[in-house]
């Protein structure tokens, strides 16, 4: 019954491989986000999907791309990985609109590219 | 680009301590939202504030929306073990409630 769930946890990975970490929510949301965790653990959002649609878009490499099913999935497929792509990947969901619409993660997707 | 400047950066306390820790922006912000993500998992919402001056409690935790609009407080009472974590702010940008916009987070070690 976990609400937004995403795999794998964990990737291990070298560097040029292309990978993608798929994410599904049973919330019933029409948002959905991709947000990434660095080493210093701040958060910073990558993506923005409502109702499969892309809403935002901040600086992020083209080698990185979103794909939206349908509302209850959103995944990421990167292409060419960089040492620079370790992180934490974080999936999320919300209710679209509404002030400070509360978001819902998932537990993260642990990438180490070596 | 948007920045919430959260302190202190971290804090290493006893049991039964209380605990405090705010967060700034040079933006206003019209909702303040504090998150904790414990070791290994995704931060999880603790507390929403949606009012200048509006104080909310959610058990030994009280936050504060400042006055300003461009701060926001948060304590913890009592603390326990388990309170352990790093605890975030995060704010929408005006105009895109989608799109929330994270402090640079509060790291709390709790000691027996």
């Known amino acids: 019954d976990t609400a937004v769930s995403q795999t794998p946890k964990y990737l291990v990975t070298q560097m040029g491989n292309d990978k993608s970490i798929k994410c599904e929510q049973n919330?019933?949301?029409?948002?959905m986000y991709w947000y990434k965790q660095d080493s210093k653990k701040f958060l910073k959002i990558m993506f923005s999907?409502?109702?499969?649609?892309?809403?935002i878009n901040e600086t992020v490499p083209n080698r990185f791309s979103p794909k939206s099913p349908d509302k209850a999935h959103l995944n990421l497929h990167i292409n060419s990985l960089e040492l620079g792509d370790s992180a934490v990947y974080f999936c999320a969901s919300s209710v679209q609109g509404g002030p400070g619409n509360t978001i819902y993660f998932g537990e993260g997707s642990w990438l180490t590219v070596v | 680009g948007q920045q919430l400047n959260q302190s202190p950066q971290s804090m290493f306390i006893q049991e039964g301590e209380d605990v405090s820790m705010n967060c700034t922006s040079s933006s206003i912000f019209n909702t303040w939202l504090w998150y904790k993500q414990d070791p290994g998992e995704g931060p999880v919402l603790l507390i929403a504030?949606?009012?200048?001056?509006e104080l909310t409690s959610n058990g030994r935790l009280t936050a504060q929306f400042g006055i300003t609009r461009k701060d926001s407080f948060l304590n913890i009472s009592a603390s326990i073990p388990s309170d352990v974590g790093i605890y975030f702010c995060?704010?929408?940008?005006?105009?895109?409630?989608?799109?929330?916009?994270f402090g640079t987070g509060t790291r709390l070690q709790v000691t027996l």
């Open positions: 504030l949606y009012k200048a001056g």
């Open positions: 999907y409502n109702n499969k649609e892309l809403i």
């Open positions: 995060a704010g929408p940008l005006t105009g895109t409630a989608s799109k929330l916009t």
């Open positions: 919330l019933g949301h029409d948002t």
